[in-house]
């Protein structure tokens, strides 16, 4: 557990803590999704802080933004000195469809950060497909977690990042790993807001100008889909400059 009254870390009562217990700093390596984007990068960092070494997995799954994220992905394997990188093509999920972020005939509405329901944005069990090749590796490598960097207000419209969900994949990993091996499943910020993950990254030196989160765009970002509306808001909140460039900035405090 991490101390809740250390500058760096979130509203008081929450901690680095996910489905598992927090790890000892000499627990090995790590698997971490590095999707390019604040969340995971922030992950990134967390994990390599807790003394993991890192093995970092990037998927491209036909998302309209992918050589970007890619991009950024590779630089923040760099900046992390990771121990290895790897990049897997999933085109599965668009050829599956059903998702505004792989299907160019649906558009990616603007921004409703009051939304309850699941947006269209949502890639159908795309959290379950990189979780399964993320233990994939991390089983492969002698890993003893794997790292994903969703949050509260993720699950609000993803049901895949749901703190349930993954608690339920960790117990699916323990039955249908080898008897020797021990993957955790790391949701480190699963009870956090993403302004919390912002405050959390800054603490830990993230670079979030290698990052990118626009579902449309690859330069500049949009500020206006769901994505950049989240990400901005959360900077603002926390009261830093987003480091990117955008089309528009608009003020999502409200």
């Given at each position: 557990?991490?101390?809740?009254?250390?500058p760096?870390?979130?509203?008081?009562?929450?901690?680095d803590?996910?489905?598992?217990?927090?790890?000892?700093?000499?627990?090995?390596?790590?698997?971490?999704?590095?999707?390019?984007?604040?969340?995971?990068?922030?992950?990134?960092?967390?994990?390599?802080?807790?003394?993991?070494?890192?093995?970092?997995?990037?998927?491209?799954?036909?998302?309209?933004?992918?050589?970007?994220?890619?991009?950024?992905a590779?630089?923040l394997?760099?900046?992390?000195?990771?121990?290895?990188?790897?990049?897997?093509e999933?085109?599965?999920?668009?050829?599956?469809?059903?998702?505004?972020?792989?299907d160019?005939?649906?558009?990616?509405?603007?921004?409703?950060?009051?939304?309850?329901e699941?947006?269209?944005?949502?890639?159908?069990?795309?959290?379950?497909?990189?979780?399964?090749?993320?233990?994939?590796?991390?089983?492969?490598?002698?890993?003893?977690?794997?790292y994903?960097g969703?949050?509260?207000e993720?699950?609000?419209?993803?049901?895949?990042?749901?703190?349930?969900?993954?608690?339920?994949f960790?117990?699916?990993?323990?039955?249908?790993?080898?008897?020797?091996?021990?993957?955790?499943?790391?949701?480190?910020?699963?009870?956090?807001?993403?302004?919390?993950?912002?405050?959390?990254?800054?603490?830990?030196?993230?670079?979030?100008?290698?990052?990118?989160?626009?579902?449309?765009?690859?330069?500049?970002?949009?500020?206006?889909?769901?994505?950049?509306?989240?990400?901005?808001?959360?900077?603002q909140?926390?009261?830093?400059?987003?480091p990117?460039e955008?089309?528009?900035?608009?003020?999502?405090?409200?």
């Amino acid at each position: 557990m991490s101390d809740a009254n250390d500058p760096g870390e979130p509203s008081a009562g929450r901690d680095d803590g996910g489905p598992s217990s927090s790890p000892d700093s000499d627990s090995g390596g790590a698997v971490v999704l590095l999707s390019g984007g604040m969340d995971s990068a922030t992950a990134a960092a967390l994990a390599r802080e807790r003394g993991h070494d890192l093995h970092l997995l990037h998927t491209s799954y036909g998302q309209r933004t992918e050589a970007k994220e890619r991009r950024c992905a590779e630089r923040l394997a760099d900046e992390f000195d990771a121990s290895s990188f790897l990049h897997v093509e999933t085109d599965h999920l668009q050829r599956i469809g059903g998702s505004s972020l792989t299907d160019d005939s649906m558009a990616v509405p603007d921004a409703d950060v009051d939304a309850e329901e699941v947006p269209s944005s949502y890639v159908p069990f795309r959290n379950a497909n990189l979780l399964a090749m993320a233990v994939s590796l991390a089983e492969a490598n002698g890993c003893a977690a794997v790292y994903m960097g969703a949050h509260s207000e993720d699950f609000s419209g993803y049901p895949d990042c749901r703190p349930e969900f993954f608690e339920a994949f960790e117990a699916m990993v323990d039955v249908g790993t080898k008897p020797e091996t021990d993957v955790a499943v790391e949701a480190p910020f699963a009870e956090w807001s993403k302004t919390d993950v912002v405050e959390r990254g800054v603490d830990l030196g993230v670079p979030f100008e290698h990052t990118w989160s626009c579902y449309r765009a690859e330069a500049p970002a949009c500020g206006t889909c769901d994505a950049c509306a989240f990400r901005l808001q959360a900077f603002q909140r926390a009261g830093v400059r987003d480091p990117i460039e955008y089309a528009e900035r608009p003020d999502y405090q409200n």
